[in-house]
């Protein structure tokens, strides 16, 4: 079964380092998404990206993170200058493709712990 | 602002003691209501999507209904592997893609 593949599953970094969480999405595909999680709390929408460009974001998606897709496979999040709040699960998820209309299918998640 | 309430916040059931989870919401343009299976550490897996009040779906154990305000989560004679949390959420259609916006969830424990 085709399944959205995030990488990597884990990621420690310093407060102000730059962080890039990558996802392969499912192949027939055509819209994407992150969203995170923060420890004990809801699953928050980051963003959602198609035909190459943001089509909407959430509050929290600041200047600090971009998204990018830079090959026909890949979906990137890239945080700039990482803060200790941004510590969290982030979930890749993508839809639009022959199965039932709007369903999004997340990956495993990349935990991000800033120190 | 779209909100999404699930309850009750933990449920214990003994095993084969079926019950009910509930998730209320308001939101404007509602495209769909989605259930979601969580492992601890893992991403959602999908269950459910509810278009239409009245819709009903059943998978296994689980059967999921829609009304106008709410939908429910049924469970049926649970089983130990059905311990987790279920999260549900409403899709909007923003006009270029679907948002998804998730309750905090309904943490199952089926104990033997």
């Known amino acids: 079964e085709p399944e ?24 027939n595909h055509l819209y994407f998404y992150w969203y995170r999680q923060i420890l004990g709390q809801k699953v928050e929408f980051l963003v959602s990206f198609y035909n190459n460009e943001i ?27 990482t803060k200790l709040e941004d510590s969290a ?8 493709g022959t199965g039932v209309p709007g369903e999004l299918f997340f990956g495993e998640g990349s935990r991000l712990t800033v120190l | ?8 916040e933990a449920l214990r059931l003994q095993e084969g003691e079926s019950s009910s989870l509930n998730c209320s919401y308001t939101v404007s343009g ?6 979601y299976r969580q492992d601890p550490g893992k991403g959602p897996e999908f269950l ?15 059967k999921a209904t829609l ?45 033997l």
């Open chain 1, 4 to 27: 959205v593949t995030q990488t990597p599953s884990h990621q420690v970094t310093q407060m102000g380092q730059e962080v890039i969480l990558r996802c392969v999405p499912i192949s």
């Open chain 1, 55 to 81: 089509s909407e974001k959430s509050e929290i998606f600041d200047d600090q993170f971009s998204v990018e897709r830079p090959d026909g496979s890949n979906f990137t999040l890239k945080i700039r200058s």
């Open chain 1, 89 to 96: 699960m982030y979930f890749c998820a993508s839809s639009g």
């Open chain 2, 1 to 8: 602002e779209d909100q999404v309430t699930q309850s009750p």
């Open chain 2, 30 to 35: 509602l495209r769909g209501l989605f259930w």
């Open chain 2, 48 to 62: 459910f999507t509810l278009y239409s009040a009245g819709e009903e779906k059943e998978k296994e154990r689980l």
């Open chain 2, 67 to 111: 009304t106008k305000k709410e939908s429910f989560l049924h469970i049926t004679a649970p089983k130990p592997e059905d311990s987790a949390t279920y999260l549900c959420a409403v899709q909007v259609w923003t006009g270029t893609a679907s948002k998804l916006t998730f309750g905090t969830g309904t943490r199952l424990q089926v104990t």
